[in-house]
């Protein structure tokens, strides 16, 4: 669904509820697509530092030196 932002002001509220429903709203404004509207996502429901241990060994192995590199050149702002 692509509506202007006038449009989109004065349907609000059936507009969250087509996002939160899983439908694709866009905000354009003179006909060029601004936004997209989209649900929040629920809480994780993070405990604590403590909470991503069991994760921890998964996190590192995504980190390659060659993914640490990459990452570093990105911060650079070198393509």
Do not use: H, W, Y
């Not at 509207?37 to 590192?60: E, I, M, Q, T």
Request: glycine content about 8%.
């Amino acid at each position: 669904m692509r509506l202007n932002i006038l449009e989109a002001k004065n349907r609000l509220s059936e507009l969250v509820r087509a996002a939160c429903a899983g439908k694709e709203v866009v905000i354009a404004r003179n006909g060029q697509p601004m936004v997209r509207l989209v649900p929040v996502a629920a809480a994780a429901g993070l405990k604590g530092f403590g909470s991503l241990k069991s994760v921890r060994g998964d996190v590192d192995k995504a980190f390659t030196p060659a993914t640490e590199r990459e990452i570093a050149r990105l911060f650079r702002g070198r393509t």
